[in-house]
């Protein structure tokens, strides 16, 4: 992956961090989703999108994110 793509994800989820420690959550599961379609393949955007969706009491579509996450990790 190209560097600059590289950058803009991480750029992008930290923006979705950020919004989601501050209780805004639907802004943050945007930038996760974001980071999702230059990179459908990103654990931490996975992972980071189903914890924040858990927070919004949305538990078996955070469990499912979380379970992409970590077979991305693995290597699944």
Request: hydrophobic share 35%.
């Given at each position: 992956m190209e560097l600059d793509k590289i950058k803009?994800?991480?750029?992008?989820?930290?923006?979705?961090?950020i919004r989601d420690s501050q209780g805004r959550y639907e802004e943050a599961i945007n930038f996760y989703d974001k980071v999702l379609q230059i990179d459908p393949d990103d654990a931490?955007?996975?992972?980071?999108?189903?914890?924040?969706?858990?927070?919004?009491?949305?538990?078996?579509e955070g469990t499912r994110s979380i379970e992409t996450a970590i077979n991305?990790?693995?290597g699944r």
């Open positions: 803009i994800k991480q750029d992008l989820v930290k923006e979705g961090d931490d955007a996975w992972f980071n999108k189903g914890i924040t969706l858990k927070k919004m009491g949305k538990h078996s991305l990790y693995i």
